[in-house]
């Protein structure tokens, strides 16, 4: 459903292998290309950027949204609720929505041994045009999946800060806005 065998050479959604993210315990994670398909196609830039993939097996039991849903009862064991307040986040993982850092797929059939994954857009790296030779592709993001994922990642990053209000304010705005409902 969402990869298939890479029909040509790198483009935008490829999964490359070879690209030395510098852990320290040697391992270097798959990455997908996330540079315009345009510029690699024409040689129009120096570098083409690619971000990490994680397994998601590994990642989504870190968070803290996660974590939070799992807090264990008695022996280990969660509420039914809590079991449906987990499933529905998984959801939004796995539909990629209301999540911002991330991007879900799965890897089979092509790379049975990977299984589900995320983008990470918070693990990027910029290998330099002259090197994309020595990547090695492994699989093909199909559309419209590549461009979901240029849109998820294009919103991460086009991120605005913004201060947050203070609590005192926060109650205020509460009170103002539900009060009759919160103050029972």
């Known amino acids: 459903m969402w990869v298939e065998d890479p ?3 790198i483009t935008q ?4 292998d070879n690209v030395d993210w510098g852990r320290n315990d040697g ?32 990642v989504l039991p870190m968070t803290a949204e996660f974590r ?8 280990g064991v969660i509420s039914s609720r809590q079991k449906n307040s987990l499933k529905n986040l998984l ?4 539909h990629n929505r209301n999540i911002c850092r991330h991007f879900f797929f799965d890897t089979r059939p092509v790379i049975e041994d990977l299984g589900c994954v995320l983008v990470d857009f918070q693990q990027i790296k910029c290998v330099e045009f002259q090197n994309v030779g020595s990547l ?15 849109m998820r990642f294009t919103s991460y990053t086009a991120r605005i800060p913004v201060d947050r209000v203070d609590e005192k304010l926060i109650e205020q705005y509460y009170k103002e806005i539900a009060g009759k409902w919160l103050d029972n």
């Open 91 to 94: 959801l939004d993982y796995i």
């Open 136 to 150: 090695v592709p492994i699989a093909q993001l199909k559309h419209p999946f590549v461009e979901q994922m240029i």
């Open 7 to 9: 029909k040509c050479s």
């Open 27 to 58: 391992t270097n994670p798959l990455s997908i290309v996330m540079s315009n398909a345009c510029d690699i196609e024409h040689g129009h830039c120096n570098f083409i950027i690619v971000a990490a993939l994680e397994l998601a097996e590994d």
């Open 13 to 16: 959604g490829t999964i490359v």
């Open 68 to 75: 939070n849903k799992i807090k264990e009862n008695k022996g």
